[in-house]
């Protein structure tokens, strides 16, 4: 590589860094915690409570479940319908209708066995507020893009940081820290280990997040190219009123019959952005731990009964599905999450020494020509010749 | 720590490459199941925290 070649890497890291570095710090001190989510809410929430059930008492319909919430929320239609995993619990999103924001949506969980109302997730505590800002700092889809972009010079930056490593490494081997030398040397050798040591973990987690940042156009996409098809025969057709939907048991009891094997995660109620205007939706998952990540929407016509289409994820869509645990750390146990926690940490001091050894060097900035320079011309016709 | 000759990209990227694809190994392999899965990805992932610990208790130039 020429001199010329480095000292565009070396600009190319430099810039990207700078820009995206304060957002990025924001992100790792946000996202700490985050990491915890479940832990820290359990421990301010304490358990759920849960009556005290023979096993095997059955399940009440989920025609009941929609009834009870939409009387606990007069004015209200259904909207989504999920289920836990780990409590025969349900949870009903309603909301005034079925273009709703966030923003006006009501959550009531319900006991499967009783339709007792159960305590809902806190939507207004403090690891709630952290989400919305580690997700789009309370700007909504531009500030989620913005921090999309952010995320992107991120991997730029990583990836011009390995090239750069390369002229600073010639004569240094793996993992050197030089404390006998400057404090700035000492730390442009953290930097330098830890960002090598860890730049898979970085790109992933910045690279699946920069995905999820683009769930909403995804899933706008997804309704354009996929659903469009099977409402086409629907299109003179008035939009179903919530009062003319058949059962939602027999929706999901036709539903599960069509993909045995699988079980339900959550239905999209008409009109909502993860259904068509005129089917439930029933999201199924794979009951392996290769295809439980893997949703398969069942379209099942709203007004009928009748099932429409047994759809798939596009590549897209399941891009964006895997990019949640992979930014997430939550699918390994506890250790997993301990490990995701030390690498966060580390890419705190990542970012933070770059800023230190920017400000060190700046008015300084051809102290650092000078040895780039000099590396590269001094080096590299040996370095070519041993190669 | 100085070094006579330098050292050629290879050398340079060989332990980093190494951690890169262990670490991307153990990125995956809790995707794909739980249990032993689940170890392999502490193991893996727990491999470049290792190399950085190692290098600060025994890399110090």
Same mark, same amino acid.
């Given at each position: 590589?020429?001199?010329?070649?480095?000292?565009?890497?070396?600009?190319?890291?430099?810039?990207?860094?700078?820009?995206?570095?304060?957002?990025?710090?924001?992100?790792?001190?946000?996202?700490?915690?985050?990491?915890?989510?479940?832990?820290?809410?359990?421990?301010?929430?304490?358990?759920?409570?849960?009556?005290?059930?023979?096993?095997?008492?059955?399940?009440?319909?989920?025609?009941?479940?929609?009834?009870?919430?939409?009387?606990?929320?007069?004015?209200?239609?259904?909207?989504?319908?999920?289920?836990?995993?780990?409590?025969?619990?349900?949870?009903?999103?309603?909301?005034?209708?079925?273009?709703?924001?966030?923003?006006?949506?009501?959550?009531?969980?319900?006991?499967?066995?009783?339709?007792?109302?159960?305590?809902?997730?806190?939507?207004?505590?403090?690891?709630?507020?952290?989400?919305?800002?580690?997700?789009?700092?309370?700007?909504?889809?531009?500030?989620?893009?913005?921090?999309?972009?952010?995320?992107?010079?991120?991997?730029?930056?990583?990836?011009?940081?390995?090239?750069?490593?390369?002229?600073?490494?010639?004569?240094?081997?793996?993992?050197?820290?030089?404390?006998?030398?400057?404090?700035?040397?000492?730390?442009?050798?953290?930097?330098?280990?830890?960002?090598?040591?860890? !730049?898979?973990?970085? =790109?992933?987690?910045?690279?699946?997040?920069?995905?999820?940042? #683009? /769930?909403? %156009? *995804?899933?706008?996409?997804?309704?354009?190219?996929?659903?469009?098809?099977?409402?086409?025969?629907?299109?003179?057709?008035?939009?179903?009123?919530?009062?003319?939907?058949?059962?939602?048991?027999?929706?999901?009891?036709?539903?599960?019959?069509?993909?045995?094997?699988?079980?339900?995660?959550?239905?999209?109620?008409?009109?909502?952005?993860?259904?068509?205007?005129?089917?439930?939706?029933?999201?199924?998952?794979?009951?392996?731990?290769?295809?439980?990540?893997?949703?398969?929407?069942?379209?099942?016509?709203?007004?009928?009964?009748? !099932?429409?289409?047994? =759809?798939?994820?596009?590549?897209?869509?399941?891009?964006?599905? #895997? /990019?949640? %645990? *992979?930014?997430?750390?939550?699918?390994?146990?506890?250790?997993?999450?301990?490990?995701?926690?030390?690498?966060?940490?580390?890419?705190?001091?990542?970012?933070?020494?770059?800023?230190?050894?920017?400000?060190?060097?700046?008015?300084?900035?051809?102290?650092?020509?000078?040895?780039?320079?000099?590396?590269?011309?001094?080096?590299?016709?040996?370095?070519?010749?041993?190669? | 720590?100085?070094?006579?000759?330098?050292?050629?990209?290879?050398?340079?990227?060989?332990?980093?490459?190494?951690?890169?694809?262990?670490?991307?190994?153990?990125?995956?392999?809790?995707?794909?199941?739980?249990?032993?899965?689940?170890?392999?990805?502490?193991?893996?992932?727990?491999?470049?925290?290792?190399?950085?610990?190692?290098?600060?208790?025994?890399?110090?130039?």
């Amino acid at each position: 590589m020429t001199t010329r070649t480095i000292r565009i890497w070396y600009l190319v890291h430099k810039w990207t860094s700078l820009i995206c570095t304060a957002f990025m710090l924001m992100l790792c001190l946000t996202g700490l915690p985050l990491i915890f989510h479940e832990e820290i809410e359990h421990w301010i929430d304490g358990d759920r409570p849960i009556a005290a059930l023979p096993a095997d008492t059955p399940f009440r319909s989920l025609d009941d479940a929609t009834a009870k919430a939409m009387a606990i929320h007069p004015g209200t239609i259904p909207l989504y319908m999920s289920f836990d995993i780990d409590q025969p619990v349900l949870n009903v999103t309603t909301g005034p209708n079925a273009a709703a924001g966030i923003k006006d949506m009501v959550f009531t969980s319900l006991d499967r066995r009783t339709m007792d109302p159960v305590r809902s997730f806190d939507d207004d505590g403090v690891m709630h507020f952290l989400l919305q800002l580690h997700t789009d700092m309370f700007l909504g889809l531009p500030g989620e893009l913005f921090l999309g972009c952010m995320g992107l010079l991120f991997v730029i930056a990583i990836i011009s940081g390995i090239v750069v490593y390369a002229p600073f490494m010639r004569r240094l081997r793996f993992g050197t820290v030089r404390t006998s030398r400057s404090i700035r040397a000492t730390w442009l050798d953290i930097h330098n280990l830890l960002g090598i040591a860890t !730049l898979m973990w970085a =790109s992933v987690v910045g690279l699946t997040g920069v995905v999820n940042t #683009l /769930s909403t %156009p *995804l899933v706008d996409l997804w309704r354009a190219q996929e659903l469009r098809a099977l409402v086409a025969p629907y299109r003179d057709q008035p939009v179903p009123d919530h009062r003319e939907w058949v059962s939602l048991q027999q929706a999901m009891d036709t539903a599960l019959a069509a993909a045995p094997g699988s079980t339900p995660q959550f239905v999209a109620f008409p009109g909502v952005r993860f259904s068509s205007n005129y089917h439930y939706a029933v999201w199924l998952r794979g009951a392996t731990p290769a295809t439980e990540l893997i949703y398969t929407p069942v379209l099942i016509d709203a007004r009928t009964g009748e !099932l429409s289409a047994i =759809s798939h994820m596009p590549w897209y869509m399941l891009a964006l599905r #895997l /990019s949640q %645990p *992979l930014h997430f750390g939550d699918y390994g146990g506890l250790p997993m999450k301990i490990l995701w926690a030390i690498l966060d940490l580390i890419a705190i001091v990542i970012l933070g020494s770059g800023l230190y050894l920017w400000l060190k060097k700046r008015g300084k900035a051809t102290d650092t020509e000078r040895f780039l320079q000099r590396r590269a011309a001094m080096l590299q016709p040996q370095a070519e010749a041993a190669e | 720590m100085k070094i006579d000759r330098p050292l050629t990209s290879r050398q340079i990227f060989q332990i980093p490459a190494l951690l890169a694809l262990v670490s991307l190994a153990g990125l995956i392999s809790a995707l794909l199941g739980a249990g032993w899965w689940d170890i392999l990805s502490w193991l893996t992932l727990g491999l470049p925290v290792a190399a950085i610990a190692w290098a600060f208790a025994a890399r110090r130039g």
